[in-house]
T-cell receptor
Framework: EADIYQTPRYLVIGTGKKITLECSQT?????MYWYQQDPGMELHLIHY???????EKGDLSSESTVSRIRTEHFPLTLESARPSHTSQYLC????????????FGQGTRLTVV | GESVGLHLPTLSVQEGDNSIINCAYS??????FIWYKQESGKGPQFIID?????DKRQGQRVTVLLNKTVKHLSLQIAATQPGDSAVYFC??????????FGTGTSLTVIP
């Protein structure tokens, strides 16, 4: 079992609200990632980080923002949620060296009404 | 929510048969590939990986084949079991060390 945790697992929120999806890992991994996945669809990289104070945008444009103040924590924030943000958000982490595989959290299923 | 990609292809196999799941990747410079299994309501889980300097790698009941000429990966599952029913994704590691996922395949095992 990977030691990477996402909260909340499920979230239903009204349009215009600010939300933060939490992701934490206890493996000491430098690299962390956020993916967006609609039901039955592909995973698309929306943000990634190489380490503390490093954040980059992925290949899918997203209105969300991320921060990486601590190695273990990589929260994703939507300043003003919209129904188009309804999706599943998956967080992952991997080592800078050594085993390069990415470990995934359970995901947060977000519904904006 | 707005769709962000294609609907997944599906594969149905009888329990006990072998399964072959295929994946095309896009970047000829990718040096590392992983197959993930995603069960309903869960995040993807690592199955097997392969580096670009290899053509084949075997695990327990699974084999990954890499054809760099045509940028193609396949995952072979021997003696498929009902617990193998899931969505399978291949992922490639890009030049920036981030992982990009291919279109997954939904595998259904018929008892």
């Amino acid at each position: 079992e990977a030691d990477i945790y996402q909260t909340p697992r499920y979230l239903v929120i009204g349009t215009g609200k600010k939300i933060t999806l939490e992701c934490s890992q206890t493996m000491g991994h430098d690299k962390m990632y956020w993916y967006q996945q609609d039901p039955g669809m592909e995973l698309h990289l929306i943000h990634y980080s190489y380490g503390v104070n490093s954040t980059e945008k992925g290949d899918l444009s997203s209105e969300s923002t991320v921060s990486r103040i601590r190695t273990e924590h990589f929260p994703l924030t939507l300043e003003s949620a919209r129904p188009s943000h309804t999706s599943q958000y998956l967080c992952a982490s991997s080592e800078q060296s050594g085993l390069p595989e990415a470990f995934f959290g359970q995901g947060t299923r977000l519904t904006v009404v | 929510g707005e769709s962000v990609g294609l609907h997944l292809p599906t594969l149905s196999v009888q329990e006990g048969d072998n399964s072959i799941i295929n994946c095309a990747y896009s970047n000829s410079a990718s040096d590392y590939f992983i197959w993930y299994k995603q069960e309903s309501g869960k995040g993807p889980q690592f199955i097997i990986d392969i580096r670009s300097n290899m053509d084949k790698r075997q695990g327990q009941r699974v084999t990954v084949l890499l054809n760099k000429t045509v940028k193609h990966l396949s995952l072979q599952i021997a003696a498929t079991q009902p617990g193998d029913s899931a969505v399978y994704f291949c992922a490639e590691r890009g030049s920036g060390n981030q992982f990009y996922f291919g279109t997954g395949t939904s595998l259904t095992v018929i008892p």
